[in-house]
């Protein structure tokens, strides 16, 4: 028997190695779960005004700290079943005790709730007019609060819809950034090795062995107060990713050695193919996938690490809206305990960064197949 | 009448053993009702190519093959002498203690990487030794004089001192030393040796097989050993068993098999092995030199000192001393050495993947224009490389996972601009053809190939340029004897066709005999002899190369040249 | 062994220096300063403020003079233990850091022991039984730990003890204690209160940890050299702890080198919503009002741990591994 009997064709033959990378990340069930996740979550940033309910400013002094309303389907009318989703209205009442304020169900008043209600009015991405909302009461002056109110009487669903937007788009611009850099130093690192190498792989581990929170707080509070909500948004994102680059920068680099050395490398430079041509061509598609899964892991840090300045107020501060900043109203025992639901910014938070991990580690299995 | 029978009872009696992989839906049966017997005193050889199921036979014996793998039929009847009833024990779990009685105690087992095989951050002493004390024989001091008594007896100068080092502080050899060591710890009656000589150097592995063969008389051992390689086999072996996907195709007498061999596939094997074994016929004529193409003057490489803040600096290390020979056109010259000899080290050296420190490499080109590709500009190099190409060790990693087949071998036309759409693909194809690969295979990626087949798409696209010469370093070693031949004999057909020369670089002596017209034998990054390959092979005049040709295995159990001290 | 020691004892003095220097740049990157701060708060209450007298705090607190001569005059005070003073409690910085410091120490090593206890043989367990139900459950834990943030948990703890146990969790101290002095019944007091910030703190470190710990278990448990000692005869739980298990615990030691600046770090944010004795609220303040020295002082002692926690998990990793010793 020869050996250029070849075995049947299959389909696999031609599949390349991105198309075989995706098949082995269909494989994990978690790690599928985890991306329809996070891209429902950024859909959600993105159409932030049309999928919450009000605007997230929309304040009602009269309705602080109103607890979440269950949703009830099932509408019984005196004709009969109504398939109709509506939440019970509610009073204030004082605790004939203790005299504290009590919102209490009020069976008798139904607020009903209809999909692509006409409510407030936006501004989708501060350029499309419109007043179209998912879901919301089907008379617009009509309060609904499905996850509560807050301390100002602000809907607490559409607030954290709204700060999706700022948190996720932190953590995908913050990992831009690290990338770059990690791609700039960990590729000249890897690919110029000698004295540079050992420069930058002093600093890394300097960074690495900094307590980063410290040194977040030091850098953040070095922002001048009277910043532009937008001028520290992008101040922060730096901050963060000025941290964030060195776990990014090791893989590139450990990538790039390993594939310096690999014969498909030097095959292509006796090919004749100029430095950029090897880099772009032939180095990079390899560390792609790796680029991919490691971004993806580094993302949640970059989520985390936002919520946490914004929570101790050196971070993203109101008007603007993020979870960090969200979950700053509670900051106390006091209000927790008077209003738990404000905590709910954090299940945004612990999900988002549950659904990112998930993926990443999809990825990185389907990306290295054979270990790390 | 029961004595008699008593008398013949085989040590090791394996019958209708089956080993299988459960991987999802899939049943890999490594091994298929597989039966031999293994008697006291004799040696006996497993011999088959890669995916044969050797290995996993000799694993099964000791129940150490991993999940997913099952034995899930026959019998291993071990009867540690003639008189007792045999166990079998193929029927002991895995975990239990009776296995663990077995292991190390009776059989015991000697694996091919030594390096892995020995825990890195313990005393070779203590690991010798732990046998003794997990048997109950010993306790530990007595366990430790006697690893170093053991350490004796398998040649390691200084056992005391080598005792107490780690396994990276040992070559190769010595650890496959210390692994022997560690496997007679116990005194077991058959040793079980997994390929245990491959990773090694030929004249380490003639030490080693001489090692084994005079502990085996010392001992009254039984081995079973496993191996690829017929040469090897004709060296060692009483019986030989020949396996071929999992299932043993012919068990014969080590004589009978190599004079009188049965199956169709120990006849190839044998052939192969034959055809590059040292005894075949040359298969090439002489060819009176063309004129110069390379001259090599004096060239070295040495890596510059390891200068740090805290640490002190370490000695230079030449890894090439003033190498200096001609290649003539239409030449194929040999490159032979063993590991850490400098052969590959030149190889990257000729083509400027290294720079070397010092020497020239003066090439002259088809138009006959010579310069010296050592300090030659990025402009001349690129020249230089469309007509110099190279072939790389391993199949695996020298293609771009990343791009079709028709993409790596397109990749130098179009890189050089002389190619490309529709011409390209034609001429992809035209190459694919001349390798012996059908052209409709050009759209499929490297994942899609054995490993000759990959070879073969490296030598297309080492082909593509119209080269002059070839350097292939160890370009068949990673492929299996009979594939090994196919490749060899497709670049002997088609170096006339295009009027090729090679440098072809190899640990094998066989292969060179075969392939070259000229050999340089390599030692230390040094030149040892040059000349041409027959007077080399036949009647070479430097005691390094005696050594390194009296240590090659010849796959002729009548003439056993390496156990004869 | 002694020569790795003091070779890598020598590596750090550079280290400590540069620490020392981005810690007052990072100071300084503020703009303004202390005394500036001061009026700016001053005149928000409606106070009229006197720039000659400002001009006096600042020469009296040397803040009128080029940075480098203030890094210079710090730190060869921090070089004589003299860390100068906090400006916001016209104190010794010495007297305001030294227990703050202390306790953070005792609480992030304190954690650090708790994270190991748990991460090594949950990680073990998980590469020995892969894809057992344990293992999924353990690494469910695992990301669940990873995802909440340790502010939020604390939130959660400080919410279910308030409302369930009608107590509170924060703090380091019963009542009685906060200001007694050290005693017997201090530390049992200490103790009783330190788990709630361990348990948070600990919780995202052990569980990447424990897949740490996984990984690792699992490259090594398929090496040839546990063939090897497999073939020897050894029972699986010996082999598995002095092959495998033995081989596993170097990288995991080398872990200490992130995981004890990512529990000072987590201790900081914690310590703030907990309302702890540590160095986090005071530093929050210190940064935020401008009080360069206490603020200094806090970075420069929590980065020196974390800097000193990677010394020490380099020297372990070599009293470990002879290829390391050996170099």
Redesign the interface.
């Known amino acids: 028997m020869?050996?250029?009997t070849?075995?049947p064709?299959?389909a696999?033959?031609?599949?390349?190695?991105?198309r075989?990378v995706w098949l082995r990340f269909r494989r994990h069930r978690l790690a599928t779960i985890g991306l329809t996740l996070v891209v429902l979550l950024y859909l959600v940033a993105v159409f932030a005004e049309c999928l919450a309910p009000f605007s997230p400013d929309k304040s009602n002094a009269r309705l602080v700290f109103h607890p979440p309303q269950a949703i009830h389907f099932i509408d019984e009318q005196p004709d009969g079943w109504h398939f109709r989703p509506y939440v019970y209205g509610s009073k204030l009442a004082r605790d004939p005790v203790t005299l504290a304020a009590k919102y209490v169900l009020d069976g008798s008043r139904k607020t009903y709730l209809r999909f692509f209600a006409q409510g407030d009015a936006y501004k989708l991405w501060t350029l499309i007019p419109g007043n179209v909302h998912l879901i919301g009461p089907a008379d617009p002056s009509e309060p609904v609060f499905l996850l509560g109110a807050d301390r100002q009487g602000r809907d607490v669903l559409s607030r954290i819809v709204h700060g999706a937007r700022a948190s996720l788009s932190i953590g995908l611009l913050g990992v831009a950034n690290s990338l770059l850099l990690g791609i700039i130093f960990g590729g000249l690192s890897g690919y110029l090795g000698g004295k540079v190498d050992w420069f930058i792989q002093r600093v890394i581990?300097?960074i690495?062995?900094?307590?980063?929170?410290?040194?977040w707080?030091?850098?953040a509070?070095?922002l001048?107060k009277d910043m532009s909500p937008f001028g520290k948004y992008f101040c922060i994102t730096l901050i963060i990713s000025l941290i964030g680059w060195t776990e990014l920068a090791r893989v590139v680099r450990g990538r790039f050695l390993a594939l310096r050395s690999?014969?498909?490398v030097?095959?292509?430079?006796?090919?004749?193919?100029?430095r950029s041509?090897i880099i772009f061509r032939?180095m990079l598609?390899?560390l792609t996938s790796h680029i991919i899964a490691a971004v993806t892991l580094a993302i949640?840090a970059m989520i985390?690490a936002e919520?946490?300045l914004s929570?101790?107020g050196?971070g993203l501060q109101p008007p603007a809206i993020s979870w960090g900043a969200l979950?700053k109203e509670?900051?106390n025992?006091e209000s927790?305990?008077a209003a738990?639901w404000l905590?709910l910014p954090?299940a945004a938070?612990?999900?988002t960064?549950?659904a990112l991990?998930?993926t990443g580690d999809g990825l990185r299995d389907a990306a290295d197949p054979h270990?790390? | 009448m029961d004595i008699d029978v008593n008398a013949h009872r085989p040590i090791l009696d394996i019958r209708d053993l089956s080993t299988h992989f459960q991987l999802g839906q899939i049943t890999l049966k490594a091994v298929e009702k597989v039966s031999f017997t293994l008697h006291r005193g004799q040696t006996l050889c497993i011999v088959g190519e890669s995916g044969s199921g050797k290995s996993i036979t000799a694993r099964s014996i000791l129940q150490l093959v991993g999940h997913p793998g099952r034995i899930t039929n026959g019998q291993i009847l071990y009867a540690p002498d003639p008189s007792t009833e045999p166990v079998d024990i193929a029927k002991l779990s895995s975990r239990g203690s009776e296995i663990r009685g077995v292991r190390g105690r009776e059989i015991a087992m000697v694996f091919q990487e030594p390096m892995t095989s020995l825990s890195p951050i313990h005393r070779i002493g203590w690991q010798i030794a732990e046998a003794l004390v997990a048997h109950g024989l010993m306790n530990k001091k007595a366990a430790l004089a006697r690893a170093t008594d053991l350490l004796r007896q398998v040649e390691i100068p200084n056992p005391e001192e080598a005792a107490q080092r780690y396994p990276f502080e040992f070559s190769g050899g010595m650890r496959q030393r210390a692994m022997i060591a560690m496997a007679l710890a116990c005194n077991p009656k058959v040793l079980i040796a997994d390929e245990p000589t491959t990773a090694l150097d030929v004249t380490t592995q003639a030490e080693i097989l001489r090692l084994i063969r005079k502990l085996q008389v010392e001992n009254g051992l039984a081995v079973l050993f496993i191996t690829h390689d017929m040469g090897v086999v004709a060296q060692i072996a009483d019986d030989v068993l020949v396996m071929y996907r999992g299932e043993v195709v012919e068990h014969a007498p080590v004589e009978q098999l190599f004079s009188h061999p049965i199956n169709p596939y120990t006849i190839r094997l044998l052939e192969a092995a034959r055809k590059l074994g040292m005894a075949a016929p040359p298969a090439r004529a002489y060819v009176p030199p063309g004129p110069v193409m390379l001259e090599v003057r004096d060239v070295s490489l040495i890596y510059p000192a390891q200068a740090s803040m805290f640490r002190k600096t370490k000695a230079q290390a030449a890894a090439l001393k003033g190498v200096s020979f001609d290649l003539h056109e239409g030449e194929s010259l040999g490159i032979v050495g063993e590991s850490g000899s400098g052969k590959t080290t030149l190889g990257n050296c000729l083509i400027r993947v290294l720079r070397p420190s010092t020497g020239e490499v003066r090439y002259r080109n088809r138009e006959g224009e010579t310069s010296n590709l050592a300090n030659a500009s990025r402009e001349d190099l690129k020249a230089a490389h469309r007509e110099i190409r190279m072939i790389f060790q391993d199949p695996f990693a020298s293609l771009n996972p990343r791009m079709t087949v028709e993409q790596c071998i397109g990749e130098p036309l179009l890189v050089n601009g002389l190619l490309r759409g529709r011409d390209l693909r034609l001429r992809v194809r035209s190459l694919l053809g001349m390798v012996g690969l059908p052209p409709d295979v050009a759209s499929r990626y490297p994942h899609a190939f054995s490993g000759g087949q990959r070879q073969r798409i490296v030598i297309a696209r080492a082909l593509a340029l119209d080269p002059r010469l070839i350097i292939a370093d160890e370009a068949t070693s990673a492929l299996d004897v009979t594939l090994r031949g196919q490749i060899l004999d497709l670049l002997l057909e088609l170096q006339p066709k295009l009027g090729l020369s090679f440098i072809f670089i190899s640990h094998d002596l066989g292969v060179i005999r075969y392939f070259c017209n000229r050999v340089i034998v390599m030692h230390r990054g040094a030149i040892v002899e040059i000349g041409e390959t027959e007077t080399i092979c036949t009647n070479p005049s430097q005691p390094y190369t005696k050594a390194l040709l009296a240590a090659v295995p010849e796959a002729e159990p009548a003439r056993r040249n390496l156990l004869v001290a | 062994m002694g020569r790795f020691i003091i070779r890598r004892l020598l590596g750090m003095i550079p280290f400590i220096f540069l620490v020392s220097v981005t810690v007052f740049l990072l100071i300084k990157l503020t703009p303004g300063d202390f005394v500036s701060n001061y009026a700016a708060s001053l005149a928000a209450s409606g106070e009229t403020v006197d720039d000659a007298m400002l001009e006096s705090m600042r020469a009296r607190y040397g803040l009128d003079q080029p940075v480098i001569v203030q890094y210079w005059d710090w730190i060869s005070g921090v070089m004589q233990g003299d860390f100068g003073y906090s400006f916001q409690w016209q104190q010794p910085v010495i007297s305001l850091i030294g227990e703050r410091i202390g306790l953070t120490l005792v609480l992030s090593v304190s954690t650090l022991l708790l994270t190991w206890a748990v991460a090594l043989p949950i990680g073990v367990y998980s590469a020995v039984r892969r894809y057992s139900f344990g293992d999924y459950f353990f690494t469910m834990i695992g990301f669940l730990g990873l995802a909440i943030p340790g502010f939020l948990m604390a939130l959660i703890l400080m919410f279910v003890g308030v409302s369930v146990f009608h107590t509170d969790v924060g703090g380091l101290f019963s009542p009685a204690y906060v200001n007694a002095p050290w005693g017997w019944d201090r530390v049992v007091d200490l103790a009783k209160h330190l788990w709630v910030p361990m348990v948070i703190l600990g919780t995202s470190g052990a569980a990447s940890l424990i897949r740490i710990m996984r990984a690792n278990l699992l490259d090594q448990l398929h090496q040839p050299y546990v063939d090897t000692a497999r073939a020897k005869g050894l029972s699986e739980i010996t082999l598995l702890i002095r092959y495998p298990i033995r081989v596993a615990l170097n990288p995991f030691v080398s872990t200490l080198g992130f995981v004890l600046p990512q529990l000072v770090s987590g201790s900081v944010i914690i310590s703030i919503v907990l309302n702890l004795p540590t160095a986090g609220p005071l530093l929050l303040q210190a940064l935020l009002g401008q009080d360069q020295y206490l603020a200094g002082a806090f970075l420069l002692l929590l980065c020196s741990l974390t800097v000193f926690g990677t010394l020490l998990s380099d020297i372990l990793l070599a009293l470990l591994d002879p290829r390391i010793r050996y170099q």
Do not use: K, M, Y
């Open positions: 020869s050996d250029t070849l075995a064709p299959r696999l033959d031609t599949a390349s190695e991105a075989l581990e300097f690495i062995s900094l307590p980063t929170i410290p040194i707080l030091a850098l509070a070095a001048p690999e014969s498909f030097t095959a292509a430079w006796l090919d004749g193919c100029s041509r032939h598609p390899s949640p985390l919520t946490a929570f101790l050196v979950l509670a900051q025992v927790i305990s738990p905590l954090g938070v612990a999900i960064v549950l991990n998930f270990g790390h």
